[in-house]
């Protein structure tokens, strides 16, 4: 169903012959008959007999293997041991089998990453709950949602609370997205149509129902897989060189071979009248000797050997090459195209700065692990600062845990970042949580933008902690926390702090404002005249050795590009933090690239360095217009969105952590450890095996062009 997201859900729920109580038994198994299983298809993995298949595939190997056919021929025509042959064919046998071991060990260590727990879903079977298997839901199931949810199939939402999704995996958001039940007008982009939740994304707030709209290769995320196995995979410069150099060694072999045998067998006829055996068997001598000699037999030994070998070296550095050729490729690559979230970003929101007490703080640290500080001019003592911290942790339903040496936040990562930015100030979220418990609470919505709990607050009192959108927060507001004092909050007042909110928004972060107010009694609203307590602003922020990366880049002659779902502003910001971005460069979202036609967009292409707002046909576009232009092109990401574009850059690269599987099917390259950083250290490396190669091809023809000259 195309326009699901356009239509109420009555229609929707018409159109799949489904109800809000869900499919029986006996239908749900009819529907799984015709549509089949919720999987996704995936390209057909390579076998062991196709890896040692594709090693002999080199014009040079195969020259080498009709010489070793020849020679062999010859000693057991003349009664002898074929020295020779074996000799020939050892080296080929050694390089071959390098090379084998090397991929067929990589493909391994990448249906390692793939092995993930199969995941159920709780859905209405005749409107009684079922936990059933994924791959067996099919359109029209009424599915249920909560907060850790991967979501398996594409839904209608049909009914929702505080729903939000984090959908960075399809769309590069970096943020959860709020959904709604309402329709969304049908032209909207991907990333804008709340009314869905899609396979592959992941609910990280509230709870809701969705019928199902779409499964398996009929998803979003199907269709881009679709689109991944479509994309050929081209050739690396390195097997189009020695495909060139086999094809011009292979032709001077037959020439030089025809011409010599000619004038053997002329000579033969003329002087003898007729051909002798001696004769032809000299020219088959003669024809292996020049294959021989004019090809560097050592040569493919030598560049699996020096492929083998920087393909180990990468392993080490956390860069696991699935093809050995791509180890060369990185040497040669130009441009770097690389998606935001999770790549150059940490992927985990981060509190950068905060308005309290009429002043603004920096808190350093970046992530979701708990270290860093405040600097400014400020006095942790006071009750402003205090009690904005306890409304950071108490008006919250994040939790901040370790987990295996890492801290990772469960629930919304917006409210995590909160929590973290307060235990950077000394405050112990579990501990402040046991110490005052939630008494009630308003919950947030998308159409409310705030959240407000109740709590027992010591000499306080029973107090009321607010958050939420800055503009919503101030309405509520009729007095300021101030310098240790309540102030009534004046128009000049409000003027300044919606002044500070738009600073902290031109510099792209996400803003969230903090009140509170005593409670006496009983009042019949608790959301008004409330004290306003300050500003925490929030963004992804970048990888500290990114930027470094991205300088490396610059150094050595490689471009970098950010391709993002994100909003131009954030994209922006990051890029010039980043130094992606420099004066007189161009910025183009989806919408604006949708209204440039091919040849004006390959004649602006190298002037744009920041694309937000795009998506995965946008992303596979860039990476073409690079090539048309000459470009060895790679493809950084992580997401599903980026998978297409990864497959058709000169390297695809993948992320090993937080990388989809569809992404990985598609890569050359996976990093490891999900570090930026790391493919520039790749490529460094890359530029020295390539380096290394050239000269031992000049040193071996120049000694080969000797033997030519000799045996002629």
């Known amino acids: 169903m195309r326009d699901a997201h356009a239509r109420s859900v009555d229609e929707v729920l018409e159109a799949l012959e489904s109800s809000p109580s869900g499919l029986s038994d006996e239908e749900a198994r009819r529907r799984l008959e015709k549509y089949g299983y919720n999987e996704l298809a995936v390209e057909k993995r390579v076998s062991a007999l196709s890896l040692w298949i594709n090693q002999f595939r080199s014009p040079l190997i195969l020259i080498l293997l009709a010489a070793t056919a020849i020679s062999y021929a010859v000693s057991i025509i003349e009664n002898e041991f074929p020295v020779d042959s074996i000799l020939i064919f050892a080296i080929v046998l050694a390089a071959s089998t390098l090379g084998f071991v090397q991929e067929y060990r990589a ?61 960075a995996a399809l769309t590069g958001e970096s943020t959860p997205v709020e959904k709604q039940v309402e329709p969304v007008p049908s032209e909207v982009s991907l990333p804008d149509r709340r009314s869905m939740i899609y396979a592959g994304t992941v609910v990280t707030y509230g709870k809701g129902r969705a019928v199902v709209v779409a499964t398996g290769m009929r998803t979003e995320l199907g269709k881009i897989a679709k689109e991944v196995i479509g994309i050929e995979v081209e050739e690396t410069p390195l097997e189009r060189r020695m495909r060139e150099l086999g094809g011009v060694l292979g032709k001077l072999v037959i020439g030089i ?3 010599i045998a000619a004038a053997l067998i002329l000579e033969d006829l003329l002087i003898v009248g007729k051909l002798a055996l001696e004769t032809a068997v000299e020219v088959m001598l003669f024809a292996t000797a020049l294959a021989v000699a004019v090809i560097p037999e050592a040569l493919p030994a030598i560049v699996t050997g020096t492929l083998a070998i920087g ?95 890492s801290w990772v936040i469960e629930g919304d990562p917006t409210e995590g970042a909160l929590i973290v930015a307060a235990e950077k100030a000394g405050f112990r979220h579990g501990e402040v949580r046991r110490r005052h418990p939630r008494i009630d609470e308003i919950p947030f919505s998308s159409e409310r933008k705030r959240m407000t709990t109740i709590h027992e607050l010591g000499g306080y009192g029973r107090v009321a902690f607010m958050k939420g959108a800055v503009e919503i ?39 969230l404002a903090i009140a509170y107010r005593r409670l006496a009694g009983s009042p019949d609203d608790v959301e008004k005249d409330m004290v306003f307590l300050g ?14 990366a991205i300088k490396v880049c610059k150094r050595v002659g490689i471009k970098p590009i950010m391709i993002t779902g994100d909003h131009k502003l954030t994209a922006l910001a990051i890029a010039k933090q980043m130094g992606i971005y420099s004066e007189g460069d161009l910025t183009l979202t989806g919408e604006e690239l949708d209204r440039l036609s091919d040849p004006e967009f390959e004649k602006i292409v190298d002037r744009v360095t920041v694309y937000a707002r795009v998506s995965p046909m946008h992303k596979l576009r860039i990476v073409r217009a690079w090539k048309k232009r000459g470009e060895v092109v790679a493809m950084t990401g992580d997401g599903v969105n980026d998978a297409p574009a990864v497959k058709q850059a000169d390297i695809g690269v993948a992320m090993g952590i937080t990388g989809t599987e569809v992404t990985k099917e598609a890569s050359d390259m ?41 045996l002629s």
């Open 670 to 710: 996976i990093l490891l450890d999900d570090n930026f950083a790391t493919i520039v250290k790749a490529i460094e490396l890359g530029r020295w095996i390539y380096d290394n190669i050239k000269k031992y091809l000049v040193y071996l023809l120049s000694c080969n062009i000797v033997e030519i000259a000799v």
């Open 535 to 548: 500003i925490m602003g929030m963004i992804d922020p970048p990888r500290e050795e990114a930027i470094e």
């Open 107 to 167: 493909e391994r260590a990448i249906e390692a990453l793939r092995k993930l727990l199969t995941p159920s879903i709780t859905v209405l079977r005749s409107g009684v709950e079922k936990v059933i298997p994924a791959r067996e839901v099919v359109p029209g199931d009424v599915i249920l949602v909560e907060a850790g949810d991967r979501v398996v199939a594409d839904c209608r939402i049909i009914e929702c609370r505080n729903l939000q999704v984090n959908e």
């Open 473 to 511: 927060v101030l309405e509520r507001c009729r007095y300021v926390q101030v310098d240790g004092g309540v102030a009534e909050l004046t128009p000049e007042l409000r003027e300044e702090i919606l002044k500070v909110n738009e600073e902290f928004a031109r510099e792209a972060l996400r803003n």
């Open 311 to 405: 393909m180990r070296e990468m392993a080490k550095r956390n860069a696991l090459v699935r093809r050995m050729p791509a180890v060369e490729t990185l040497g040669c690559v130009t441009v770097i195209c690389s998606d935001k979230t999770g790549t150059l970003t940490r992927g985990e929101m981060t509190v950068k700065k905060i308005y309290v007490d009429g002043r603004v703080l920096e808190v350093t640290g970046s992530g979701y692990e708990p270290r860093g500080e405040l600097r400014g001019n400020y006095d942790p003592e006071s009750e402003g600062f205090k009690l904005t911290m306890l409304g950071a942790i108490l008006c919250n339903d994040a939790r901040l845990v370790e987990s295996d040496g």
């Open 257 to 259: 071979c025809a011409l």
